[in-house]
């Protein structure tokens, strides 16, 4: 009993801790920087300092009041909340108000490289925002694409339960002109799924011959599948990133990982569109609702061949660091819990790597899952690059991404630069598998942290 009593013991998460003293430093083979050093690496730019331009005025400015009414949590009254829009380059100002929400909340920029201080994670960039606060969020929007906002305090309760919404940066120089450019959210509010909060049939507002662009993201915790039955149709962005040169598909099912976002473009035919969902929602533009459903084609779209090649933006051949990320699962305690919990490199939260890198570095990892359920891991602050999955190099257009979708049994190799510092957390975006233990963190040397998990503000980010 005693081997078992003092796993147990171990086990136990202090009432706070600084997540830069959690886990064990792992240099990936190159050189141990200031941190090695330093007890818990209290030393250096603090993450709060890490700002855009005070002294800038914004662009846009947008005010979210998150309310919990029972039943959802709204945000400015709906779920999901409004979309932001803004253009590249713009410096986007966000007020956020909690209303009455008792845990306390957060906004987290999904996808956007913002400044590590307003990254909208609790108890790592920021504290929780509580009832009758409000907390303002500036950064500027340096790449066009679709992301979203959502909750990082006690997040696999507060995004299921609808505080979520889209953002959209526009590209300020003119590309392909678009008729029609809609965004669509996937989320499953405890029933069917929905889009935009809407279960079972959506219209488009759109006429044959029209060019569109749908914005789709993925808001729930696992992978969605969407499909355009016999339409002809591109792939033009992954993760915010665009596409190189997308070839015409037909036939052929888009896997969407949780957190993830794709936009597709087609041009209206005379019977119009239909875009099918997994989970049971549909759009129809052009078209009115099918008499029965389809099922998604056996031809599934792999982004490691689809596109044309272009060199990368940094050496890949000779990274500065190589980091594992192995995702296992064994018996133990977590937090003095008795279970099977998910592991990182064999150890239970918090023994789990922080992976240290120098500003400037390339890093490569390489993620392998062995757990037998698949991981949709997304990293805060940063696009990777895939390079290959199962040993088969990329060949197609660079394959950027911040969800990664990592099948049972999978190995890929991905590519980071480090230019964003600060303390970034990279997790499960299957949030539940986040709050029992899949995370760990990208902590870059000479940052040092300004917030605690737990303490007053009761910051809970998964």
């Known amino acids: 009993m005693l081997p078992l009593g003092w796993l147990w013991y171990g086990s136990l998460l202090p009432d706070e801790y600084d997540m830069a003293q959690m886990g064990h430093a792992d240099w990936g083979g190159g050189p141990r920087g200031v941190h090695a050093a330093m007890a818990g690496g209290h030393h250096g730019t603090a993450v709060s300092e890490l700002i855009a331009d005070p002294e800038r005025t914004p662009d846009v400015r947008e005010t979210l009041t998150v309310r919990d009414d029972g039943r959802q949590i709204t ?68 790449d066009a694409g679709s992301y979203w906002y959502h909750s990082h305090q006690v997040s696999h309760e507060q995004v299921q339960r609808g505080l979520l919404g889209a953002l959209v940066v526009e590209p300020t120089e003119d590309g392909e002109s678009t008729d029609v450019d809609e965004t669509f959210l996937i989320h499953r509010y405890g029933g069917s799924g929905s889009l935009n909060g809407v279960e079972g049939f959506s219209e488009v507002d759109a006429e044959p011959g029209d060019t569109v662009r749908l914005r789709l993201v993925n808001t729930d915790n696992g992978l969605a599948t969407v499909w355009l039955p016999g339409a002809t149709f591109r792939v033009l962005a992954v993760d915010g990133t665009d596409v190189n040169q997308p070839g015409e598909l037909t036939d052929t099912a888009i896997p969407l990982p949780a957190g993830g976002r794709v936009d597709i473009g087609f041009t209206v035919p005379d019977d119009g569109v239909r875009v099918e969902f997994s989970g049971g929602p549909s759009l129809g533009i052009a078209a009115g ?24 933006p940094f050496d890949v051949e000779h990274p500065d660091r190589r980091f594992e990320y192995a995702i296992d699962r ?111 963190h990208l902590m870059y040397d000479g940052v040092s942290s300004s917030y605690v998990v737990g303490g007053e503000h009761g910051n809970h980010p998964e």
């Open 75 to 142: 945000v400015n009254g709906s779920t999901p909340g409004p979309t932001i829009r803004a253009h590249q380059g713009d410096l986007v100002e966000v007020t956020l108000v909690n209303d009455n929400l008792d845990d306390g909340t957060t906004l987290h920029w999904h996808g956007v490289d913002v400044p590590n201080a307003v990254d909208g994670v609790a108890g790592v960039t920021q504290d929780a925002v509580m009832p009758g606060e409000e907390h303002v969020y500036r950064f500027v929007a340096e």
């Open 289 to 312: 609702p099918a008499d029965a459903r389809t099922s998604p084609p056996d031809e599934v779209l792999d982004l490691l061949t689809y596109g044309e090649p272009e060199p990368a």
């Open 330 to 440: 064994k018996p133990g305690f977590l937090d003095g819990r008795p279970g099977m919990w998910w592991t990182v490199n064999g150890g239970i939260f918090p023994d789990v790597p922080m992976y240290m890198v120098s500003e400037g570095d390339v890093v490569v990892f390489e993620i392998t899952n062995d757990s037998g359920d698949a991981h949709p891991m997304h990293l805060h602050g940063h696009h990777a690059l895939v390079l290959s999955r199962d040993g088969v190099p990329a060949t197609g257009s660079p394959w950027w991404v911040d969800s990664l979708e990592v099948a049972v049994g999978e190995r890929y190799e991905v590519a980071v630069l480090a230019d964003n510092p600060g303390v970034w957390m990279d997790h499960c975006h299957n949030l539940p598998h986040a709050a029992e233990g899949l995370v760990a």
